[in-house]
């Protein structure tokens, strides 16, 4: 694979360093004063401005500029860098003025640019401090990437004194080039980086930022601090849906769908990095507690209460082996108290045997520093037992004079250990945050999937009623049109017609029979019970006559504006274990459709009970969804009523995400409210939104590219053998395992450049879990017994920075070689990245392969030596 485009920011060979004149800026200042500091093994070269910078001699080659210079003097500093090949550079100084001017010239001279107003960056491997927001810190493996140089320079103070060690920091500014996409990308496969925080405040594409997010996120932890929880301004909603999702909502949901985790304070920022970047990984949220005292392990239990932290109950057999080593434990009950006298040997005993228990997924353990205990013992003894233990441990060593410098101990030995039982929790529920999102990330759903092709939605009936509804100027459809919407997608509704007269209204009634419903018709009106525009449980002719008349006429007399149609008819829906349910979908500014869920019915605002979800999501997320609800509680068996038939909400979520997948000129919708109980579901009421949509690229709206199903095609090899060809996806991860143990040596060398005998959990991660956004694996598989398949050939394409090539690989099953496999998966590539509208695919071939070569050759690809290595060729094809 190609280095990074970023690897000269990040790991530069030489410098250029411009400056204004000493003294004039004080920016500039505290960069020569960061680079004083630097004990950088590689060139640096200080060039000041006077009247301009002085001409470069010879063939000037430089990996990173550094520019300090202010005005339009950074943009004569930026053609100056361009002349010596810089192909990477930060600009320190703030500059709202020049900033399309900067970003012009580098886009034309093909130059990644951090910046303006970025703060730099620190290696401290490399010995290289070019940020002006703190002293060089030293070399670990976690990396600090921040959008404020201020909270930069507080976070590295903070670190600097708590032990914190970093692999990289940025502190990225206003960035006209490069944005926090870029920066993910390159630290995703950084090896010195094993876990990323970030502190951001805004993004640019939802889509970008997610993208990289996800990449990042499959191949280590990601913590993220958001500025701005207050939502952003939104647009003039229609919908209840529209009204109560807000942006925070959505950018959560968006964090927890990549596989990353969000904290609260730059504090939980650092811990929950610790905690994550350990040897083990976390497998749910319940906790085991111990301490040499009854009230921290209570304090402990009341802060897991309020983070959705399990303290379960232990088992008989856990407990009898804790009384085996604990005999006079006051309490083995979670949480456990060994004692205000226990030794450093009880506090061991006591972790083993929680840790070994299948009861919980992690343990704390609360040690108060009460007179006669030996705290470096036991500090000592905790720090010898980690390396036994395979879930998360923490520690919580309460007070601070005794204690400030045995937890700075015990955190360099690679124990995270908290000050506070609270804060320890809290370190905990980030980890199992990390489980449960990483659980989400593997989740690659179809934008349809819901039964068969008898069950398949009608979407072009409902791309004909949305077309309809905007031909005729509008962009709020009726009760009617929403639930013809509805149908379109097989989601059951109640049947509703429109009287305009009360002697319709009276002969639909009896035609759907009484009792019924009545409700005001008028577009103009988007919450009927706010004009008294609903009526339940009518059940003769003279009331539904009585209620025509008083209803329009109330509606007319609340809304005088609205032009009022007549009414709405329609069975009244009886559900006597009934409970009233809310589904809709909002358009967020950034992240585009999410989907919305929780309890419905007139005082949904009131009780303000939601979640959300980014389109497309499958059975797995759409029961999350409904288990993050509030409402979640009274689903099942509750107050003499049976359990609701789940199957039929899981259902309609997942209609609801292949309506939004397929139909982007949908803004809004809400369906309230949705009846469910042990039977079935009904939707009473709905509401959509539509707006007129220009780009006729599938999925353009969507933040999230769902799997491409599209793309599967059915191949026979020479000898006759029938496979599929279609995308990769998570689940193949054994089978692309045993696929790469059962290649010949030589074969995995020619694919990996490489003698490994199989991959690691990381690269098995990175080639399962594909962005289909960035990057495209087609894999040839063959039926096996028990419904398992097995995977014959791979062809993977990832996207260049340029946006317009991709870096192609591929590889075939030794015995199946010769078959035209590799010809087929080419091929396939080849024509999606040019349906993609990329402009060429390149990828290296050792000289040596003379097979793959040949097939390149046969394919039209044309085939060079590689200018970095003489053993490489270099083969591309145009697209």
Not at 213 to 222: I, Q
Not at 734 to 743: H, I, K, S
Not at 751 to 765: D, H, I, K, V, Y
Request: with cysteine; glycine share 8%.
């Amino acid at each position: 694979m190609n280095p990074h485009y970023l690897a000269p920011l990040f790991d530069p060979k030489s410098l250029l360093v411009y400056l204004p004149a000493a003294g004039v800026s004080s920016i500039a200042d505290l960069l020569r004063a960061s680079l004083a500091e630097s004990a950088f093994s590689g060139e640096m070269t200080w060039l000041e401005l006077a009247d301009g910078f002085p001409a470069l001699t010879g063939t000037p080659r430089a990996s990173l500029a550094l520019i300090a210079v202010p005005g339009t003097g950074a943009v004569q500093a930026l053609e100056h860098a361009a002349a010596a090949r810089v192909r990477t550079a930060i600009l320190y100084e703030p500059d709202e003025t020049h900033i399309a001017e900067l970003a012009a010239v580098a886009t034309k001279h093909g130059i990644h640019l951090l910046g303006p107003g970025s703060s730099g960056l620190q290696r401290p491997h490399l010995k290289l401090n070019a940020c002006i927001a703190g002293t060089l810190q030293r070399a670990g493996s976690l990396a600090l990437v921040s959008q404020s140089g201020a909270l930069t320079a507080a976070m590295l103070d903070w670190a600097e004194s708590n032990g914190v060690r970093f692999s990289a920091v940025v502190a990225t500014g206003r960035s006209a080039v490069l944005d926090l996409a870029d920066i993910l990308d390159f630290l995703a496969q950084d090896g010195r980086t094993q876990s990323i925080i970030v502190y951001m405040e805004g993004i640019r594409s939802a889509r970008r930022f997610m993208s990289a997010l996800r990449a990042a996120s499959r191949a280590k932890p990601v913590i993220v601090l958001k500025a701005g929880r207050r939502d952003r301004g939104r647009h003039a909603a229609l919908t209840h849906s529209g009204t109560m999702v807000g942006g925070d909502d959505v950018f959560d949901a968006a964090l927890k769908r990549a596989g990353a985790v969000r904290v609260d304070s730059f504090v939980q920022l650092f811990s929950a990095a610790k905690c994550l970047a350990g040897r083990y990984r976390p497998t749910g949220n319940r906790l085991g507690v111990i301490g040499n005292g009854g009230g921290p392990g209570v304090l402990a239990a009341d802060h897991a209460f309020l983070r959705g932290i399990d303290i379960p109950s232990l088992s008989i057999a856990t407990v009898a082996q804790m009384r085996t080593k604990l005999p006079l434990a006051p309490s083995l009950e979670n949480p456990v108290d060994i004692g205000e006298h226990a030794t450093a040997e009880d506090f061991v005993a006591a972790v083993e045997t929680l840790a070994a228990s299948p009861d919980v997924d992690g343990v704390l353990v609360v040690m108060t520093p009460k007179p006669g205990i030996d705290t470096e013992a036991i500090a000592r003894a905790a720090t010898a037992a980690l390396p036994a233990v395979r879930k998360p441990l923490i520690g919580c060593w309460m007070g601070e004079t005794r204690l400030r410098e045995t937890r700075l101990r015990v955190s360099e030995a690679g124990l995270p250990v908290f000050r506070l039982p609270e804060a320890a929790v809290d370190a905990f529920a980030n980890i199992a945050a990390f489980y449960r999102n990483q659980q989400n990330l593997m989740q690659t759903p179809p934008p349809l999937n819901v039964g068969g092709a008898e069950d398949a939605p009608d979407v072009a009936r409902a791309r004909a009623l949305f077309d309809a509804v905007l031909a005729a100027g509008r962009e709020v459809l009726t009760e009617t049109e929403s639930k013809e919407l509805l149908s379109a997608f097989r989601i059951p509704v109640t049947p509703t017609e429109v009287a305009k007269s009360a002697d319709e209204a009276v002969a639909i009634a009896q035609r759907f029979g009484f009792p019924v419903v009545i409700k005001v018709s008028s577009r103009d009106i988007a919450h009927k019970s706010d004009v008294g525009g609903v009526m339940l449980n009518v059940r003769t002719p003279q009331q539904v006559r009585t209620v025509f008349t008083d209803m329009t006429e109330e509606a007319a007399r609340r809304a005088p504006d609205a032009k009022i149609e007549g009414v709405s008819v329609q069975p009244m829906v009886v559900k006597r274990h009934g409970r009233e349910l809310y589904v809709g979908m909002a358009t967020d500014e950034l992240f585009g459709p999410v989907i919305s869920f929780g309890a419905g019915g007139t005082l949904i605002e009131v009780i303000d009970d939601r979640t959300v979800a980014l389109p497309p999501i499958n059975l797995f997320l759409a029961r999350r969804m409904i288990e993050r609800a509030r409402s979640a509680a009274v689903l099942s068996e509750w107050r003499g009523m049976p359990k609701i038939q789940i199957e039929a909400l899981e259902y309609l979520l997942l209609r609801v995400s292949e309506m939004i997948c397929e139909i982007p000129q949908l803004r809004e919708l809400d369906i309230n409210p949705v009846i469910i109980d042990e039977f079935g579901a009904a939707v009473v009421d709905a509401r959509a939104v539509v707006r007129k949509v220009t780009s006729d690229t599938p999925y353009a709206h969507l933040a999230i590219l769902p799997y491409p199903n599209k793309l599967a095609r059915e191949f026979a090899t020479r000898s006759g053998v029938h496979c599929e060809l279609r995308a990769i996806r998570p689940e193949d991860a054994d089978a692309l395992q045993r696929f790469v143990r059962e290649l010949s040596e030589e074969s995995r060398y020619f694919r990996f450049l490489s003698t490994m005998a199989e991959l690691s959990p990381t690269m098995l991660a990175r080639f399962t879990q594909v962005d289909y956004d960035r990057e495209m694996a087609i894999v040839a598989v063959v039926p096996e017994a028990h419904g398992h398949e097995r995977i014959i050939g791979v062809a993977r394409y990832l996207l260049n920075p340029d946006a317009v090539t991709a870096e192609f690989a591929l590889a075939v099953a030794d015995e199946f070689q010769g078959q035209g496999i590799g010809s087929a998966l080419m091929k396939r590539i080849a024509t999606i990245a040019r349906d993609r509208g990329l402009k060429a695919v390149i990828g290296l071939v050792l000289g040596n392969n003379r097979d793959m070569l040949g097939l390149m050759q046969s394919l039209g690809f044309v085939e060079e030596v590689d200018p970095d290595d003489a053993e490489l060729r270099r083969v591309v094809m145009q697209l």
